[in-house]
């Protein structure tokens, strides 16, 4: 069984940088693409970024520049580094894994990211 254990969450203060991870556990599987979702208080689910088995990158507008999505295939585990955050990047994040032969999506738990002075 394939499971998704998220890391690093916490509070930052404005302008301040806080890195988070997301470990797949398991065997016998290869990792498509992975990425990361947050969800901010009374809104949906929105997409930060993605990251495909090459380690090409794609993130939300609201992100570009100063988040970066990076992954160790050896260690299947996906990192997001946030810099420069803002009050509105408070959310609970969200890592996902596109497992080749799985039918659907794994999510991560979840972890707050609390923006604030």
């Known amino acids: 069984q394939v499971q998704l254990v998220e890391f690093g969450g916490g509070l930052v203060q404005p302008g301040g940088s806080l890195r988070l991870s997301c470990a797949a556990s398991?065997?016998?599987?290869?990792?498509?693409?992975m990425g990361w979702y947050r969800q901010a208080p009374g809104k949906q689910r929105e997409l930060v970024g993605t990251i495909g088995s090459g380690g090409g990158a794609n993130y939300a507008d609201a992100v570009q520049g100063r988040f970066a999505i990076s992954r160790d295939n050896a260690k299947n585990t996906v990192y997001l580094q946030m810099n420069s955050l803002k009050p509105e990047d408070t959310a609970v994040y969200y890592c996902y894994a596109v497992i080749y032969g799985f039918t659907s999506t794994l999510w991560g738990q979840g972890t707050q990211v609390t923006v604030s002075s």
């Open positions: 398991g065997s016998g599987f290869s990792i498509y693409a």
